[in-house]
């Protein structure tokens, strides 16, 4: 896994993902190269920069939630695990990414936030790091 550098193109694509406010998938040509992470927080209590934390603590916390093969081996059966998926870490954790763009949108009652990365994974049957530092 790379150390990942901040992106203003990542950025750029995660504002754009975000500013409507409407809550939906966009197609990946709206983002070209890129993976992304979507979350909704209803908890508009907390600041901008508490949202986006929270969001990446959600992510990254479905690989102890949901557990991955020890062989850290990502397969197609990956997208028909229901709602019990570590889809979301695996965008964080894909070994060949090196950048990342975030941003998060006050949405009146939510917080809108999406975390874009680059150039993130398309292959199954491969592994999907080999050390997270």
């Keep these: 896994m790379y150390r990942m550098k901040y992106s203003c193109a990542a950025e750029s694509y ?3 993902y975000v500013a409507s406010c409407r809550v ?3 197609p990946e040509y709206t983002h070209p ?4 992470n979507t979350y909704v927080l ?3 209590s907390k600041s901008v920069r508490g949202a986006a934390y929270y969001a990446t603590a959600v992510w990254w916390s479905q690989l102890s939630r ?3 093969r020890s062989n850290m081996m990502f397969y197609a059966s990956e ?10 870490w695996s965008k964080m954790a894909w070994w060949n990414n090196r950048h990342l763009g975030c941003s998060v949108r006050h949405c009146g009652s939510f917080y809108y936030i999406a975390c ?3 150039p993130g994974y398309g292959f199954e049957n491969i592994f999907l790091c ?4």
């Design 42 to 44: 209803r908890d508009v």
């Design 33 to 36: 190269g890129h993976k992304v």
């Design 116 to 118: 874009m990365y680059s």
């Design 14 to 16: 995660a504002i754009e």
């Design 66 to 68: 949901f557990g991955m």
């Design 24 to 26: 939906r998938t966009l």
């Design 130 to 133: 080999l050390h997270i530092l």
């Design 79 to 88: 997208y028909r695990r229901g709602r019990r998926n570590v889809l979301s």
